[in-house]
C-alpha cells in the first residue's frame, strides 16, 4: 500500500488549497482515512477523519470550520479543503489510513502513512 499526497504550496493568509491523497494497493480493503500535520517544532497533530463509506467526518476540535475532508473512492482519494488560511497551518500535511473497526476518529489506528505535502501561509 502506497499513499501519495499532493496539493501543498505557498500561500498568502486568507486563501485556500485542497489537498489530496491518493491510496494504491489493496483498493478494494475498506479504510477509513484521515488527515494529520506537524508544525515546525511540534508534535503532530491529528486534523480530520472520514469513513471509509465517506456517510461520517470527524474533526478535531481546533479545525472545525475552516477545514472540510472528503473522499471519491471511485478514485481512491480523499481531500482535504482548507479555507481562510493561517500562518499557523504551516505545517507538513500527511494523509493516512486506518483499517475497518479501528479508532480512525480518535486519530488513531492508522497503519498506512503517506509521504507528507508541505503547506506555508504566508502573512
Known amino acids: 500500500v502506497q499513499l501519495q499526497a499532493s496539493g501543498g504550496g505557498l500561500v498568502q493568509a486568507g486563501g485556500s488549497l485542497r489537498l489530496s491523497c491518493t491510496r494504491s494497493g489493496r483498493t478494494s480493503d475498506m479504510y477509513h482515512m484521515g488527515w494529520f500535520r506537524q508544525a515546525p517544532g511540534k508534535e503532530r497533530e491529528f486534523v480530520a477523519a472520514i469513513h471509509w463509506s465517506g456517510m461520517s467526518t470527524y474533526y478535531a476540535d481546533s479545525m472545525k470550520g475552516r477545514f472540510t475532508i472528503s473522499r471519491d473512492n471511485a478514485k481512491n482519494t480523499a481531500y482535504l479543503q482548507v479555507n481562510n488560511l493561517k500562518p499557523e497551518d504551516t505545517a507538513t500535511y500527511y494523509c493516512?489510513?486506518?483499517?475497518?473497526?479501528?479508532?480512525?476518529?480518535?486519530?488513531?489506528?492508522?497503519?498506512?502513512w503517506g509521504q507528507g505535502t508541505l503547506v506555508t501561509v504566508s502573512s
Open positions: 493516512a489510513t486506518a483499517p475497518y473497526g479501528s479508532s480512525y476518529y480518535k486519530g488513531v489506528g492508522y497503519d498506512y
